[in-house]
């Protein structure tokens, strides 16, 4: 599967941005799907992942209650919804998928074998 992310930007604090993971070549209704981000001065950070077809959303503890993951089966796309931006979240983003992943490796990068390249988020101050 290849997967093509979209949606980043230049916004200040507060402000909402919707980024989106799209797949082609095989649909992904049943991969878990995650959400990274990395900046140059941090490890890859888990942010967000909805597992397999069961459709239960975890989230990074920095954007509960902000970010929302959601899954668009009809069009083979998992969307990142993100609300409340702060500074703090500027990183580029990557969308990741794996169809065999077990719960406990949802967090760790080294356990999705599918990424799309990164979109830039930029949140001023």
């Given at each position: 599967?290849?997967?093509?992310?979209?949606?980043?930007?230049?916004?200040?604090?507060?402000?909402?941005?919707?980024?989106?993971?799209?797949?082609?070549?095989?649909?992904?209704?049943?991969?878990?799907?995650?959400?990274?981000?990395?900046?140059?001065?941090?490890?890859?950070?888990?942010?967000?992942?909805?597992?397999?077809?069961?459709?239960?959303?975890?989230?990074?503890?920095?954007?509960?209650?902000?970010?929302?993951?959601?899954?668009?089966?009809?069009?083979?796309t998992v969307n990142l919804q993100?609300?409340?931006?702060?500074?703090?979240?500027?990183?580029?983003?990557?969308?990741?998928?794996?169809?065999?992943?077990?719960?406990?490796?949802?967090?760790?990068?080294?356990?999705?074998?599918?990424?799309?390249?990164?979109?830039?988020?930029?949140?001023?101050?």
């Amino acid at each position: 599967v290849q997967l093509q992310a979209s949606g980043g930007g230049l916004v200040q604090a507060g402000d909402s941005l919707r980024l989106s993971c799209a797949a082609s070549g095989r649909t992904f209704s049943g991969d878990s799907v995650a959400w990274f981000r990395q900046t140059p001065a941090k490890e890859r950070e888990f942010v967000a992942g909805i597992f397999r077809s069961y459709g239960r959303t975890y989230y990074a503890d920095s954007v509960r209650g902000r970010f929302t993951i959601s899954r668009v089966s009809a069009e083979n796309t998992v969307n990142l919804q993100m609300n409340s931006l702060r500074p703090e979240d500027t990183a580029a983003y990557y969308c990741v998928a794996s169809r065999n992943i077990i719960l406990s490796s949802l967090r760790q990068p080294s356990a999705y074998p599918y990424w799309g390249q990164g979109t830039q988020v930029t949140v001023s101050s």
